[in-house]
């Protein structure tokens, strides 16, 4: 949503070998989705290059060759490998609205995931299909003739799951369950309940996936982060627990991770050629 704080988390976004463009989904779909993004990349000849994605709340249900299947929000950094020429398409569902397309809570595949003939049996080929589209509209359309069959619904308790993660999203002074208690007028007790059915993460570590990732993005772009004035913007009470919190979720010490987007930067640069075009 506009002004919503959406977590991108691709480390080293300046340097990948990829293509990212995102579609929005259509209307019927978007109580549910945030987008689909498809990726393409052609390394034919060079080395493969892992891509890592820092921890986020989302749910992506992915169409690619060794990847394919519904992944769950989790603690660690997701890692991929991408190599020779390839494509596929994900879909980003809203945090807080999968549970329409499991048979239990999202929290069932929290640091997990769930393979496309379980999520959609019987579906084997269609899924296919989704993958061997070449077009972008080709593939979104596939993709949502096969979410649509679900018939998903949108309950109550799911809408206001969503409604809880996006109070977050809208406000970074959140930094404490107790202030998202407040907010939605839901006891402690009651967001952990409808975080694990609806979400897949405890509502203390939805908050910190936020507020990391706004520290992510902020180190990886300013030239100099002062990790001190940082951490007192996110709301911590001292840096050395900041720099603990962001250890714990993007598997870098803030310093580490300002070198290596520094260290990527100067080698991208290094491989463009008169005219700015990348080889």
Known sequence: MSGHRIPAGIVNARQAKFSLVRHRPAPELRPFVEHHWVLRWNLSGRPPQEQVVLPNLAVNVTFFRDAAGAFGPGKRPFR???????????????????????TGPVSMISDGSVPLTDLFPGAGPVTESVRN???DSEMVRRCEELLLAKDPVLTAAARTA??????????????????????????????QRLFAEHVGAAPKWAIQVYRLNEAAARIATEERPDYAELAFTLGYSDQAHFIRDFRTVTGWA????????????????????????QV
């Open 80 to 102: 991929y490998t991408v190599a020779g020429m390839d494509h596929g398409i994900g879909v980003r569902f809203r945090p807080g609205a999968f549970r329409a397309f499991l």
């Open 133 to 135: 589209a070449t077009t």
């Open 162 to 191: 969503v409604d809880a993660v996006e109070t977050i999203a809208a406000d970074p002074a959140i930094t404490r369950v107790g202030e998202l208690s407040s907010r939605t007028g839901l006891s402690h007790r009651s967001l």
């Open 254 to 277: 803030p310093a580490e991770y300002a070198r290596l987007n520094r260290v990527q930067e100067q080698e991208s640069r290094r491989e463009r050629i008169p005219g700015g075009r």
